[in-house]
């Protein structure tokens, strides 16, 4: 083992040095030590599982240390030190031959940093604000932009359907850049819809996305893979006739895809609608804009002015940072990257990367290596080298979860908590110290990446980031590192359907060009040593045999229909893969979990959410003690008896609230995440479950929602928030609170130091309410909303809510808020509702000095218009009072404005005075804002 260790090291060195600086026979060395570590984990594994169920497999993949820990505690156990003897000595002889080799070849000591616990870089926010100031937010592209799409002079034009299409070839910022724009614009269109397409698209799922787009509220939760692509335009069709709508089809290959895609959008539209692409190939955006009074935007580099400032204020914080020894070769450096956003983000990351910006020598040596450059060769090889140089200063744990990306299609939005658990169940993640939880540390991982540039966050619209995406050109160099390291294959098109040199430890089935093949790849392919699965529709026709798949540990058929017909899956199977980790099972149609599914004893994840027909829980899941997520429907019924017995969970969501779940809620000590749905109950339900709660003293995310039922003190007088609580939601269909949870008042600040999002339904918002949750030192998303507001004004001073990202105050009836001069310094978005005759009648006019200039961060602004008892031309002016105050604001926020109660489109200007709206009842139903 001492050997394994020696010659791990030796493989880190060897990983932190570019492909085509290595010797053949170093990386020919490499590859065997790979592989052997792999063969030697599977063994050990494979014994465990044999002689007792009850050990855990490896907790941190291809780690000899952990190898050596694992055969130390089986050779304590007689039975095992038999039956494994004869395998060790086989790998021990392997062993000693590749470390004899070792010696003959030379490895350069290159030796990455330790990573620490890393929040979001705090300049990331600002440099995403600038990089969309540079390719057109508020300057001359942005403007360019928004003058295409408004049609000109001529009434009758600008109500046609008019198409633009954005070019330019691949790192330029185009996606940004229509993404800011349709950001700020879609507010003045009923329907609207953002669809990433990509090269190997399929284009039911580009129809599916754009419905769901358009309406997600209706769409999210039917069944649409039942349609085919004529019922899906005629869907489409039929739900835009009458609509204005802006659609986003963005990163288009192919011609004639964008001709299939264009059937479902009609030309007899005449609202005024909006259609635009983005592409990489000229000859496809002149296909997209057949007519006249369509218009093509061509991309440019960014200007050597331009790229300058994106690059200081990435590496130094200000445009204006450089130091004059560094002036130079922070030229040279630039115009090597050639104006490409991209290229220039990913080298300032590098320089950036860690608290301390990097010294003079190493920006030489950098910029000696990335060669002739963009400026001169503009080909995906020198931008991939340009890429490659962050992959190769990441730590080696980093290195192996960014090439996990590769598992994924082009464009993929994923999921953020999905990707970290498969880090963990695949073992990249090292264990934490004592009060770090593996998931936490995964997550500094994750925050790592972002700040490198290597992945693209994308956030709620409250601001939290939910999931990411990684750039195609990131992704082509991962997937040429993963094929080179036989890390992942990716099978997406018959033309890559060969039979692979080697073992094959994770594969990909994604989307295919032609009709998908109906062969699983066990006829062609050796299964026994794949590790991971993820198959994408329609690439399940291609799914192995479960039986197949003798070591695996992540299988995800998300989104797959396990009921259709040519399925080659039997989930009954599943209860075999002893070895399996991750279970992702979302949208894929099925009843129910197999019975057996408790002799998975080392499952650690279950995502089974949106299988509406889902009903109980089988109950032998009572034995999977080191479950640590669930994911299911609130209308999963849990067996009595078993949640209690899953004491390794760490997360569970979507639970209904019945007298045995709460009980048994006590019994899981590492709860970290819960959401809880009280349906039914009573007084004892309650007081079982605030019981239960207590016990919870590691618990950070806490989600509560209730129906119809009284409310009884929001975890009573007895509950104190562990000091880890970073999350706290309340929401009901028909109740509030009467007033703040106690535990709020009496805990304070010092005691709530974690606490960064609170959301929550209540009666009334009163100004001491205001005054106690500004004093929250970490609060960072603020969402309220009252049901029997009485008081008339609310003032946000500049005393509290200094980290605050995120604010929204929603009350019924509509109350008035100002906000001061200094208030919420950092605020990007802010929500909240504004009573046009509360205003008026507090001596507020017609000028409704809000106080919204005095936001300095502002980015975004939502109000809704609250007209009840005042006629429609007031409502009017009341909104562009306060539109012209926000266009007035420096930063150019986006603005979204809504009136409550809807006014009619009809509504005659003329009569307008004598369209009145009477008081509407005090007596409102809260309604939750959307926070997605």
């Not at 000595?89 to 620490?116: C, F, M, S, W």
């Not at 899956?569 to 979302?586: M, T």
Request: with cysteine.
């Amino acid at each position: 083992m001492r050997e394994m260790k020696t010659m791990h090291a030796a493989l880190c060195k060897v990983a932190d040095v570019a492909s085509d600086q290595l010797d053949e026979q170093v990386k020919l060395w490499a590859d065997e030590v790979r592989e052997l570590s792999y063969d030697m984990e599977d063994v050990v594994d494979k014994f465990l599982v044999r002689v007792d169920g009850s050990n855990r497999p490896a907790d941190d993949g291809n780690k000899p240390t952990n190898l050596v820990e694992k055969m130390a505690n089986l050779f304590n156990n007689g039975k095992a030190r038999r039956q494994i003897s004869s395998a060790i000595k086989d790998i021990q002889k392997d062993v000693k031959d590749v470390a004899a080799r070792r010696g003959r070849y030379t490895v350069y000591d290159i030796v990455p940093k330790p990573t620490a616990r890393t929040a979001i870089d705090p300049r990331l926010r600002a440099l995403y604000t600038e990089v969309t100031e540079l390719v057109g937010i508020y300057g001359k592209r942005d403007q360019e932009l928004v003058k295409l799409l408004s049609l000109g002079d001529e009434d009758l034009c600008k109500k046609r359907l008019k198409i633009v299409s954005v070019v330019g070839f691949g790192g330029l910022g185009k996606t940004t850049l229509v993404r800011t724009v349709y950001d700020k614009i879609k507010g003045g269109f009923h329907s609207w819809a953002f669809v990433p397409v990509g090269r190997n698209p399929d284009v039911k799922k580009i129809f599916r996305d754009i419905l769901i787009g358009l309406n997600k509220q209706i769409y999210i939760n039917i069944n649409l893979m039942v349609l085919d692509e004529r019922q899906l335009i005629e869907e489409i069709r039929e739900l835009l006739q009458d609509k204005r709508y802006l659609v986003i089809i963005d990163d288009i290959w192919d011609a004639k895809l964008w001709g299939d895609i264009k059937l479902a959008f009609s030309n007899m539209n005449n609202f005024g609608s909006r259609l635009i692409t983005t592409t990489r190939i000229l000859s496809v955006s002149k296909a997209c804009c057949p007519s006249t009074h369509d218009s093509i935007y061509e991309m440019k580099p960014l200007s050597d002015d331009d790229s300058a400032r994106l690059f200081y204020k990435r590496v130094f914080s200000s445009e204006h940072g450089c130091p004059n020894e560094l002036k130079k070769v922070s030229k040279d450096i630039l115009r090597k990257c050639g104006g490409v956003p991209l290229a220039i983000l990913t080298i300032a990351s590098l320089l950036a990367a860690g608290k301390q910006i990097k010294p003079k020598f190493e920006w030489h040596v950098l910029v000696n290596s990335i060669g002739r450059g963009l400026t001169e060769d503009a080909s995906m090889e020198e931008m991939q080298r340009i890429l490659s140089f962050s992959y190769y200063d990441l730590p080696s744990d980093m290195k192996t979860c960014l090439l996990y990306l590769s598992m994924y299609p082009e464009d993929r939005e994923i999921d953020k908590e999905e990707l970290i658990w498969k880090w963990i169940c695949e073992e990249f993640v090292q264990h934490g110290k004592e009060l770090t939880s593996t998931f936490e540390i995964g997550e500094i991982y994750f925050n790592e990446l972002i700040n490198r540039n290597m992945i693209q966050p994308i956030y709620t619209g409250f601001c939290e980031i939910k999931s990411c995406r990684v750039h195609d050109m990131v992704l082509d160099l991962i997937r040429s590192l993963s094929g080179e390291a036989k890390f992942i294959i990716v099978l997406d098109s018959n033309k890559n359907m060969t039979c692979s040199r080697g073992n094959i430890r994770r594969i990909s089935l994604q989307n295919f060009e032609l009709d998908p093949p109906t062969t699983p790849l066990v006829n062609s392919m050796r299964m026994s040593q794949v590790r991971s699965i993820i198959v994408f529709f329609p690439a399940m026709t291609i799914m192995p045999a479960l039986s197949s798949l003798e070591v695996l540990r992540v299988l995800d058929l998300s989104g797959c229909d396990l009921g259709a017909v040519n399925c080659q899956v039997n989930l009954r199977d599943i209860v075999y893969l002893f070895h399996l980790r991750y279970l992702g099972l979302r949208r894929t149609g099925i009843r129910e979990l197999p019975k057996e599914i408790g002799n998975l004893q080392f499952l650690q994840v279950i995502d089974a959410q949106y299988n509406f027909d889902m009903r109980v829980l089988p109950s032998s899941m009572c034995k999977l003690r080191k479950l640590m997520v669930v994911k299911v429907l609130i209308c999963c019924n849990w067996t009595p008896g078993v949640l209690g017995n899953l004491t390794s969970l760490e997360v569970l969501e979507r639970i209904y609230a019945s007298p045995s779940t709460v009980q048994e809620l006590g019994n899981l000590a590492r709860l970290r995440e819960l959401e809880i749905h009280f349906l039914h109950g009573s007084p004892e339900l309650e007081e079982a479950f605030v019981e239960s709660i207590c016990k919870l003293n590691d618990i950070q995310s806490l989600n509560i929602s209730y129906q119809d039922l009284p409310y009884l003190g929001l975890l009573g007088e007895r509950w104190v928030p562990p000091r880890c609580l970073r999350k706290f939601e309340f929401f009901s269909d028909h109740m509030a609170c009467s007033t703040l949870p106690m535990w709020i008042m009496r805990c304070g600040p010092s005691h709530l130091s974690n606490l960064s999002t609170f959301s929550i339904i209540i009666k009334e918002v009163r100004q001491e309410d205001v005054q106690i949750l500004g004093r929250l030192h970490s609060l960072r998303h603020l969402w309220m909303q009252s049901t029997h507001q009485t008081e008339r004004l609310l003032v946000i001073g500049a005393d509290g809510f200094g980290l605050t990202i995120a604010f929204a105050l929603h009350c019924q009836p509509a109350t008035q808020v100002v906000f001061q001069q200094g208030a919420l310094p950092n605020a990007e978005q802010v929500r909240f509702n504004l009573g046009v005759r509360v205003a008026k009648e507090d001596g507020n006019g017609d000028c409704f000095e809000l106080g919204l200039l005095d936001l300095l961060s502002l980015q975004s602004a939502m109000v809704e218009i609250h007209w009840d008892g005042v006629t429609v031309k007031e409502a009017e002016k009341a909104e562009a009072a306060v539109r012209n105050a926000l266009n007035a604001h420096p930063n150019r926020p986006s603005i979204a404005f809504s009136m409550e109660p809807y006014i009619p489109e009809d509504t005659d200007d003329e009569d307008d005075d004598d369209y009145y709206h009477d008081d509407i009842d005090t007596d409102v139903q809260g309604k939750r804002m959307d926070l997605d």
